[in-house]
């Protein structure tokens, strides 16, 4: 069988790594092209397009995939197959349509739940005690196609987005080869995917990592780890941007008053830093100054005495 994986995010990579290990005859590899990032703004390929090419895979790196050329492109390869994972491309109807097997998706939630674009940060910061992978025939919708086979994985109040990438990133490679090993009798027994009970993940923006600490501390801890350790949630005092990683909720002493004014003051306990919330405090243990290695918070505030009473925005 001839397959054609697609996939960008690091999450996406386990699958393809099990296809290959588990002898699939991948045949092309698409992928997001290489962007820039970090200080330097250095151009870097997906960890997928190096693994790809790393096999000696052939790789694409459309801008879209709507174009007839595109179409003509994927037609040629003459797949039986596309698996899907994380890729971040529209894939279009002519398209979905030239696979004899169609597309398989390997989605980072328990569908209806969190269709879109970051269901595994939209899982943490709404509190969710599970999530899951759910393998899926893809049809026009977004993540709306019929269920091949679903399994679920706990949250707790400490998980962040990269432990629960991992995990789920485990299990979906683990489904994905399970379900090529019964391919035919899976997607004829497929169900349809319910409607009702689906949300939406949207794409994260810089923006939408800003951390609100007039939210209570289970909101704003929340916040931290759906976004720890990358692309981290992130708040600035003194012209300094920082990027919050760990947290943990403390009780407030009985003669400290939290009030409307000093709601995101930093303030030093025992060499430790802590900051206020609406309803509570938040030890910070673990934070990376914008330009600088991630760091203990207390390590930070050793060097940072300055900040201690400010306010963060």
Same mark, same amino acid.
């Given at each position: 069988?001839?397959?054609?994986?697609?996939?960008?995010?690091?999450?996406?990579?386990?699958?393809?790594?099990?296809?290959?290990?588990?002898?699939?005859?991948?045949?092309?590899?698409?992928?997001?092209?290489?962007?820039?990032?970090?200080?330097?703004?250095?151009?870097?390929?997906?960890?997928?397009?190096?693994?790809?090419?790393?096999?000696?895979?052939?790789?694409?790196?459309?801008?879209? &995939?709507?174009?007839?050329?595109? /179409? #003509?492109?994927?037609?040629? %390869?003459?797949?039986? =197959? @596309?698996?899907?994972?994380?890729?971040?491309?529209?894939?279009?109807?002519?398209?979905?349509?030239?696979?004899?097997?169609?597309?398989?998706?390997?989605?980072?939630?328990?569908?209806?739940?969190?269709?879109?674009?970051?269901?595994?940060?939209?899982?943490?910061?709404?509190?969710?005690?599970?999530?899951?992978?759910?393998?899926?025939?893809?049809?026009?919708?977004?993540?709306?196609?019929?269920?091949?086979?679903?399994?679920?994985?706990?949250?707790?109040?400490?998980?962040?987005?990269?432990?629960?990438?991992?995990?789920?990133?485990? &299990?979906?490679?683990?489904?994905? /080869? #399970?379900?090529?090993?019964? %391919?035919?009798?899976? =997607? @004829?027994?497929?169900?349809?995917?319910?409607?009702?009970?689906?949300?939406?993940?949207?794409?994260?923006?810089?923006?939408?990592?800003?951390?609100?600490?007039?939210?209570?501390?289970?909101?704003?801890?929340?916040?931290?780890?759906?976004?720890?350790?990358?692309?981290?949630?992130?708040?600035?005092?003194?012209?300094?941007?920082?990027?919050?990683?760990?947290?943990?909720?403390?009780?407030?002493?009985?003669?400290?008053?939290?009030?409307?004014?000093?709601?995101?003051?930093?303030?030093?306990?025992?060499?430790?830093?802590?900051?206020?919330?609406?309803?509570?405090?938040?030890?910070?243990?673990?934070?990376?100054?914008?330009?600088?290695? @991630?760091?203990?918070?207390?390590?930070?505030?050793?060097?940072?005495?300055?900040?201690?009473?400010?306010?963060?925005?």
């Amino acid at each position: 069988m001839n397959v054609v994986f697609m996939g960008t995010a690091d999450f996406s990579l386990k699958g393809l790594v099990a296809l290959c290990e588990n002898h699939c005859n991948v045949i092309a590899v698409y992928t997001q092209a290489p962007k820039p990032s970090g200080r330097k703004q250095k151009i870097h390929k997906s960890a997928v397009h190096e693994f790809a090419e790393s096999k000696g895979i052939a790789v694409f790196t459309p801008k879209s &995939l709507k174009k007839a050329e595109q /179409i #003509e492109i994927f037609a040629s %390869l003459k797949p039986d =197959l @596309a698996i899907v994972s994380s890729y971040g491309l529209i894939i279009p109807q002519n398209m979905l349509d030239i696979p004899k097997y169609g597309f398989v998706n390997i989605h980072a939630s328990a569908l209806p739940r969190w269709r879109g674009a970051a269901p595994i940060q939209a899982a943490i910061l709404a509190g969710d005690k599970q999530t899951g992978i759910t393998i899926m025939k893809m049809d026009a919708g977004v993540d709306t196609g019929d269920i091949i086979s679903m399994q679920y994985v706990d949250i707790t109040s400490k998980t962040n987005h990269g432990q629960l990438s991992e995990d789920l990133g485990n &299990l979906g490679a683990k489904m994905i /080869i #399970e379900t090529l090993s019964d %391919l035919d009798n899976l =997607l @004829a027994n497929a169900q349809k995917q319910p409607n009702e009970g689906a949300t939406y993940a949207q794409k994260i923006s810089k923006e939408s990592c800003k951390i609100d600490w007039n939210n209570s501390t289970t909101d704003v801890l929340r916040h931290i780890m759906a976004f720890s350790p990358a692309p981290g949630a992130w708040s600035e005092v003194d012209g300094l941007r920082i990027k919050i990683l760990d947290a943990d909720v403390v009780s407030a002493s009985s003669n400290f008053e939290i009030s409307a004014a000093n709601i995101g003051e930093i303030f030093e306990n025992k060499g430790e830093m802590f900051v206020v919330c609406r309803d509570g405090i938040l030890k910070i243990t673990k934070i990376q100054p914008a330009g600088k290695n @991630a760091m203990n918070g207390s390590d930070f505030l050793r060097g940072r005495k300055n900040l201690v009473g400010k306010i963060f925005s």
